[in-house]
């Protein structure tokens, strides 16, 4: 167990300016920005066994695992620019993977476990991926691919197929000393997929100078210092995960805890107060299942931040962190397209006094405002309008598109290209504060995750006695939102109990097991506009009547 202490005095944050002539560079190289530069010394991971065991990652052996992990995939054919696909856990095994991968200038492109085939296949293919690195356990998945498939921990797979390789035995056979690629700020190093309405999920590729932005989250949004314990409790698989449990802290050179298990409020508890957490950082809906068993929480867990992205934060979280570790909860607001820009930021040059609802104010490099619902003009004060970024005036902003999605890319900026349109509502207050009401599409955020009905729909379609259906989210206590579907089944076949289990059966097998409909209601129809679009919102409506 690494013990520490974190002091009380915050170094000045880099500017934006000071960011980007770091990271906005013809030099840029990912490897050297996350690894190389830093102490060889310092550790960079602690990854924690469910047993609170852990191992400590020093920047040093980061590097010189990444280097022999570099030069196998080159020696499977990956070159600058690829695509890998990981289908792995918090482990020691994925940080090297994913340096490897940033080392030889391809890119990372995260699976999430709890996915079933139908999804990964669509991500593995519309990402074109060259190879994919699977956890042993995660294997069975890959049920028919041409794509080399690496497997950590080839020899206790029992998905194993012919033709896998093992990861230790290909990285075993390299040499280390590999250079990191030079690619410069504009070379994708991740590429992740996300939902929508309609239609398949989209690509958002990272390029290396969104750097800048993750580094300025970690430094001024979070107040990560040098000697803070942070723990970020997002999963890797997804962006904020991703980009600040692994991205960020590396960028920074700050230390971060993974956790290599399953999570539960129970141990949740446990290693914040073993390996003396000071900076914690995860999705509401944590906080709010530690909430609901806070009659075996320790009392001598003590936070110096407590932050939360992901979905909104409701207030009775915010008392219960300030009573239980002795510091409030902080919303932030951001998106898989830009990381986090709009926050109740922590670091003490910016922090003020939380208002009650509100996400926050854009972070330095941002700009941002709420424009009316039916034209590209700022919205009265106090009047709910669109959340928009202003792009000229926002450089720390990286997004410019979709990956090989024009239409889908068009839709979210002005046609003058002044304007991001989020896709979400909310109102602005006279001092320039931020107060979600909604999504303006119909997006699922269920424990952090965002879901897009359609996807959820259309796994649903291929079930042989649905005709079509609907999904929705709906409020939930501790995750935020959970997954409804309204169905049409085929004439002749009933709706009862043993029907509802099937579906949501053949959710979890065809698509994720986190994203299947809690309920099924079965209908005649489905309530469309003149042109046959569904209109969720009604559905939304109805059911809140019921409850």
């Not at 290599?260 to 000071?278: D, K, S």
């Not at 992205?309 to 909860?329: D, H, K, N, R, Y």
């Not at 009650?356 to 009265?380: K, R």
Request: hydrophobic share 40%; with cysteine.
């Amino acid at each position: 167990m690494t013990e520490n202490t974190a002091s009380n005095t915050a170094s000045t944050p880099l500017s934006p300016e000071e960011l980007l002539a770091i990271y906005d560079v013809p030099g840029a190289s990912a490897a050297e920005f996350l690894c190389d530069r830093h102490d060889p010394d310092a550790v960079a991971f602690t990854v924690i066994d469910p047993d609170l065991s852990g191992r400590d990652i020093t920047y040093g052996e980061l590097r010189t695992e990444s280097e022999k992990v570099a030069a196998a995939l080159a020696a499977l054919g990956v070159s600058e620019g690829d695509r890998v696909a990981t289908l792995m856990s918090k482990s020691a095994d994925l940080v090297f993977t994913l340096m490897g991968i940033w080392r030889l200038g391809a890119v990372h492109m995260p699976l999430f476990t709890a996915f079933a085939w139908p999804a990964i296949e669509m991500r593995i293919t519309g990402g074109d991926a060259r190879v994919i690195v699977s956890d042993a356990d995660q294997r069975g998945k890959l049920e028919s691919t041409s794509v080399p498939v690496v497997v950590a921990g080839l020899a206790d797979c029992p998905g194993a197929r012919e033709g896998d390789l093992d990861l230790a035995t290909i990285v075993a056979a390299q040499e280390p000393g590999r250079p990191a690629a030079v690619t410069g700020p504009d070379a994708g190093m991740v590429m992740l997929f996300t939902s929508g309405t309609t239609g398949t999920p989209k690509g958002v590729v990272v390029p290396v100078r969104a750097l800048a932005a993750f580094h300025q989250y970690i430094e001024t949004g979070l107040d990560v210092r040098a000697d803070d314990v942070f723990w970020n409790g997002a999963d890797p698989g997804w962006a904020y995960g991703l980009y600040y449990g692994i991205l960020g802290p590396l960028a920074v050179g700050r230390r971060s805890l993974l956790l290599h298990a399953r999570y539960t409020p129970e141990l949740a508890f446990a290693v914040l107060q073993y390996y003396r957490v000071t900076n914690f950082a995860a999705a509401p809906t944590v906080y709010r299942t530690m909430r609901a068993k806070r009659d075996i929480a320790p009392a001598d867990v003590k936070l110096r931040r407590a932050s939360a992205a992901g979905e909104p934060l409701t207030p009775e979280v915010i008392e219960w962190s300030t009573e239980q570790f002795g510091v409030e909860v902080r919303d932030q607001y951001g998106q898989t397209e830009h990381g986090m820009f709009i926050i109740n930021p922590w670091h003490d040059s910016l922090r003020e006094d939380v208002r009650p609802g509100s996400m926050g104010v854009p972070l330095p490099g941002w700009s941002c405002t709420v424009l009316a619902a039916d034209s590209d003009e700022p919205a009265p004060v106090g009047e709910l309008g669109r959340v928009a970024i202003d792009v000229p005036a926002s450089p720390l902003m990286w997004f410019t598109g979709y990956h090989e999605a024009p239409e889908k890319t068009a839709e979210r900026f002005s046609a003058d290209g002044r304007w991001y349109y989020t896709g979400d509502a909310a109102k602005l207050d006279a001092d320039g504060h931020f107060y979600f009401s909604s999504r303006d599409d119909d997006v699922i955020i269920m424990s952090g995750y965002r879901i897009g009905p359609f996807d959820v729909e259309s796994v649903l379609a291929k079930h042989p006695d649905v005709l079509e259906s609907a999904v929705i989210g709906v409020p939930d206590e501790l995750a935020g939102e959970v997954l409804e579907a309204y169905v049409v089944l085929r004439e002749g076949v009933d709706g009862g109990p043993e029907a509802e289990s099937a579906l949501q059966k053949w959710v979890k097998t065809e698509f994720a097991a986190h994203a299947f409909p809690r309920k099924v209601h079965f209908v005649r129809e489905l309530p469309k506009t003149p042109s046959g679009k569904i209109q969720r919102f009604l559905l939304r409506k109805e059911r809140s009547g019921q409850a």
